[in-house]
């Protein structure tokens, strides 16, 4: 047996009975760093090894088995400490005889050895063990230990007939629990002496001697005194038979129990400040007193409280109160007030609870209320018990007032309680409101052996339950019908139900409590559970307005563990775009989803067999260029596995969808996508026609994905935004969705997903990128790939503009003559390959990019011979300065080169503006009309452009950091020539002829 780094190895040599003699064996067991916990879990050690041998044979009606050799050495729970184990045992099992049946009869175990530890060099322990029994009952005759344990002499005798009964006698001296149990750690010294019974008819504590103290998992305890209790189920009054103590103290941490006196005047203190002490997930504090006195007449009065309650994440109470006198006599009266608040499970919560007892034992009154934000409740009970102890009364008030409906009891209805049976009678009864009732028609009994419940609803309002609804879901609507239960031992119970509710609406919350939740509307939801031979038949029926027609009619067989079930399923005319709210990033949906097929397997692991169909369908996404329709999907589903075959169009490209779909053991997905023309468009900034051939290979659970293929991209339009998106402050009102997670630590804990990409990317001769006042065309071919968990895709490849252009940046010209981005290894980071220049009076100025994408090398050049800081400002401003030399040269300069920045500056930030001067232009008749920004001699200008007729332009310039305007009218008389007239500080009229040499 191999378990982990570890082992158990053997071998046996068997004997097997004939006629001559009985069964008899040999074996032998060895150990290597073999760890026990994983199959005994509370062992004290986790690593053994050593070794043992064993033997047996066999006797009329018993089994001997003897364990010699013991030599094993193991290494105790939290810490180095290593224990060594010698000795040897015999163990008996005895049986009875043929004509008895054969059935186990008793044991018995005989162990002497020897615990040793390393650490302590005199540790040499002595253990015995002699233990026997029988189904009914285990005798410790002797359990010894002096040795590392520290020292335990104990005996005892427990019984398992009618209820329990022990008989125990211990004696510690400095014992360490955590050698024979890992879970308990710590020390003990002390007696104690203890026999009772605890059964359905007598309880029975006897604490003879106690007088304990130590330590268990690090915490204080300490144990003194003698108690002796006697609760009989047929003593009447809610006081024991006999209570006595003599300075009683239970304490453990910092929480502790006190009880002294007898019958005749007893008191018992509670003080628990740190209830977290006592068990895991436990908190909250508990504290107050319990006083019984007998004379001058019999009187128990209590005082008990508890603050902060809770128990892990399944219940939270802020306070509980009880307070008042216990029933202690058939004539003495007593009250008795419970008192809660804020009792919580997840997100429901009872604001306010209140119980009170008032009466005597053959007469008293019940009352119970409590109340909420939605809804309160009342309910009070009058009866008392008699000689035999069963307890005969009524229900005599019922209300129940959601705050948008009240029912309310309308008749009393008898409660019979026989305590001897455990049998539980409540009569025929009807809760009712204005327009609607619900009534127990027969009356209630459950018991013990059996039960039977049948009630009746008319016009019952779901929406008065809602505070009793599971957490996130809503459901209005009438409900009427019956159902009726019944159950006896030894029988299978028998169901009989039909629940039909009828145009009202179904609510789903959204996961953050400030998103809108989602409703659907429904005309009716019916709902059949009948008990048949073969086990509970249910048949569900849905009609509603949006999303069609369905029914689900199967039958579970509920006396088998794995709840095998049998089925039809079916359903029509399903609208999709109900499921939009659902799925995030979905601006529109639509189509019809069908499906009718068979349901087997088990409630817990369910198997279809059956057929998908989705007509018509369409989808578009909001954050992705995706907008498909006339999607026509059809798939089988056979059990485990699914085939898919579709299609669908993208503008009036067509598109193919196949594979398959596997969950058999680790679920797989395998698509083709086949497609032509498909379109991709996201306005303004992608309009595209693909043609792709990708063949996706998805492991879910084991995070591996692979993705094969090509995508062609013969015709695409790609547009530069017309400005970027401003920079927003988080405002002060931002909600935080969810808080207290480290966002590196999840990303550092969740598993990669192993991706292997081979993608071919290639771009026509119509893919078009279209900004700087240009339109710029682009070719080349793109091999991508991913290996692993890299989390940065590859490429090889190149793209680039396919003829020279002219491009537009912060108010200049330029020819665009090269530009190639070469990649050979990520994606995000290419060889750059870029040329541009213009023409500045007769010279040639440009720029060339080399390098890669994040470290760019730019040098501007020119064949005029300026510098590079010259030929940068002729470049911007379109101009090269021919001023004098010396300071007013430099001071020029320097006014240009601010002049240059500023009209950039106002370039940039008018660039997004295009798009509404142009509606205004056309408004206006103007054609290109635009704002845009030049450095001009000592001065910016930001100037307004258009053209009145294809051959007339106006200008309008506002001087920026002068107060002078200037009015600009130019008229293009032919090719080559055109008149300019301008109005400023001065008027002119200027003829312009241009040529090329």
């Known amino acids: ?69 013991i030599d094993l050495t ?85 019984h398992f007939i009618h209820g329990i009964t022990w008989d125990v006698n211990a004696a510690f001296i400095r014992f360490k629990p955590q050698y024979f149990a890992s879970s308990v750690k710590g020390e003990l010294s002390g007696v104690v002496k203890t026999k009772g019974t605890w059964s359905d008819a007598l309880k029975r504590i006897n604490i003879e001697s106690l007088n304990l103290a130590g330590t268990l998992n690090n915490k204080p305890v300490r144990g003194t005194g003698n108690l002796a209790l006697v609760l009989n189920s047929s003593e009447k009054g809610f006081l024991p038979q006999q209570f006595e103590a ?13 009880a002294t006196g007898n019958a005749q005047n007893l008191r018992l203190n509670i003080n628990a400040p740190a209830l977290y002490e006592i068990y895991a997930g436990l908190r909250g504090r508990a504290y107050g007193y319990l006083n019984i006195q007998s004379q001058p007449r019999l009187r128990a009065t209590a005082n008990l409280a508890v603050d902060n309650f809770g128990f892990k994440d399944l219940i939270d109470m802020r306070k509980l109160r009880i307070v008042g006198q216990l029933p202690t006599s ?33 007469a008293h009154l019940l009352k119970v209320s409590a109340q909420n934000e939605k809804s309160k409740f009342y309910v009070q009970l ?27 009891q309308r008749q009393s209805a008898a409660v019979v309680y026989n305590s001897a049976k455990a049998d539980l009678l409540i009569g025929a009864h009807c809760w009712m409101s204005q327009q609607s009732q619900l009534c127990f028609d027969q009356p209630i009994r459950v018991s013990k052996t059996r039960g039977n419940i049948s009630f009746v609803t008319q016009n019952l309002d779901l929406n008065d339950f809602a505070a009793f609804m599971p957490e996130g879901l809503a459901i209005t609507g009438k409900l009427n019908g019956h159902a009726k239960a019944v159950w006896a031992q030894g029988s299978k119970p028998k169901i009989d139900a039909r629940l039909v509710t009828r145009n009202g609406e179904i609510g789903l919350a959204a996961d953050d409590p400030q998103d809108m939740g989602s409703t659907l509307k429904y005309e009716q939801v019916a709902l059949v559970a009948k008990s048949i031979a073969e086990g509970l038949q249910i048949r569900l029926d849905v009609k509603t307005p949006e999303i069609g027609v369905g029914y689900a009619n199967v039958v579970i067989d509920p006396y088998r563990d794995n709840l095998p079930m049998r089925g039809e399923i079916a359903f029509d005319q399903v609208q999709l775009k109900v499921f939009k709210p659902f799925i995030a990033d979905v601006r529109s949906m639509g189509g019809t989803l069908s499906y009718a097929g068979k349901i087997n397997g088990t409630l817990k692991a369910p198997l279809l067999t059956g057929d998908v169909r989705l007509k018509d369908g369409s989808i578009s996404m909001i954050s992705l260029p995706v907008n498909l329709t006339n999607i026509q999907l059809y798939s089988a589903i056979r059990q485990d596995q699914a085939t898919i075959n579709g299609a669908f169009n993208s503008g009036r490209g067509v598109g193919t969808l196949t594979g398959t779909v596997d969950w058999k053991n680790d679920p797989r997905i395998q698509l083709q996508l086949n497609g032509e023309n498909l379109l991709i468009r996201q306005a303004p900034l992608i309009t595209a026609l693909v043609t792709p051939k990708i063949t996706l290979d998805v492991l879910p659970l084991s995070k591996k994905l692979t993705l094969n293929g090509e995508i062609q991209v013969p015709r695409a339009l790609i547009s530069m935004p017309e400005a970027s998106v401003p920079v927003v402050n988080v405002s002060s009102d931002v909600r935080v969705v969810r808080e207290g997670q480290n966002q590196l630590a999840i990303l550092n804990s969740a598993k990669p997903w192993d991706i292997r990409a081979d993608v071919m990317v290639g771009l026509g001769n119509q893919v078009v990128f279209q900004g700087f006042n240009s339109r710029i065309p682009l070719l080349g071919r793109l091999y991508l790939s991913q290996r692993g968990a890299e989390t940065a895709m590859r490429a090889n490849g190149a793209i680039g503009v396919s003829q020279k252009v002219k491009i537009e940046a912060y108010g200049q010209s330029l020819d665009l003559n090269r530009a190639i981005a070469r990649f050979n290894g990520v994606l ?170």
Do not use: C
Request: charged share 20%.
């Open 382 to 408: 009058a009866g008392g018990f008699n000689a035999q102890n069963d307890w005969l009364g009524q229900i005599q008030k019922g209300d129940f007032d959601s705050l948008r409906a009240r029912l309310v």
């Open 246 to 258: 003599n300075n009683l103290l239970l304490a453990y941490a910092k929480n502790q129990v006190q």
């Open 828 to 997: 995000s980071n290419p060889t750059l390959d870029v040329d541009a220049n213009k023409n500045v009076q007769g010279s040639t100025v440009g720029f060339r990019v080399t390098g890669t994408a994040t470290s760019p090398n730019i040098q501007v050049y020119n064949d005029a011979g300026l510098s590079e800081q010259e030929a940068l400002n002729a470049l911007i401003t379109g101009r090269i300065n021919e001023g004098t030399t010396g300071l007013s040269q430099t001071e020029g300069f320097k006014s240009d080169v601010n002049n240059t920045i500023a009209a950039a500056g106002i370039s940039l930030g008018l660039g997004g503006t295009r798009a509404f001067t142009n509606q205004i232009g056309r408004t206006f008749g103007l054609s290109g009309l635009a704002l845009d920004a030049q450095g001009t001699g000592d001065d910016t200008q930001v100037s307004l452009t258009g053209y009145i007729t294809p051959d007339l332009y106006i200008r309008y310039g506002v001087g920026v950091f002068t107060p002078v305007n200037k009015l600009t009218l130019r008229y293009q008389m032919n090719k080559r020539m055109y008149l300019e007239a301008s109005q400023s500080l001065e008027r002119a009229i200027d003829v312009f002829y241009n040529w090329k040499f």
């Open 1 to 69: 047996y191999v378990a982990g780094k570890g082992s158990l190895s053997g071998n046996a040599v068997v004997e097997l009975p004939d006629e001559k003699r009985q069964l008899k064996w040999k074996a032998a067991l060895n150990a290597k760093d073999f760890n026990p916990q994983m199959v005994a879990e509370a062992s004290p050690v986790n690593l053994l090894n050593g070794k043992l041998q064993a033997s047996g044979y066999a006797k009329p009606n018993q089994q001997i088995i003897q364990l010699q050799g």
């Open 74 to 158: 193991g290494k105790l729970v939290g810490n180095n400490e290593t224990v060594h184990l010698t000795g040897q045992s015999t163990a008996a099992l005895l049986f009875n005889d043929e004509k008895a049946g054969g059935a186990f009869k008793g044991y018995a175990v005989n162990y002497d050895g020897a615990l040793k530890a390393s650490q302590f060099e005199a540790s040499q322990g002595t253990l015995n063990l002699k233990l026997s029994g029988t189904p009914e009952f285990i005798k410790v005759t002797e359990l010894k230990h002096n040795g590392v344990a520290g020292q335990i002499n104990a005996s005892g005798l427990v």
């Open 330 to 362: 058939e004539t003495t009266p007593s009250l008795l007030t419970a008192k809660m608040e804020s009792l919580r499970s997840g997100n429901r919560e009872i604001q306010q609870g209140e119980i009170s007892l008032a009466g005597i034992r053959k």
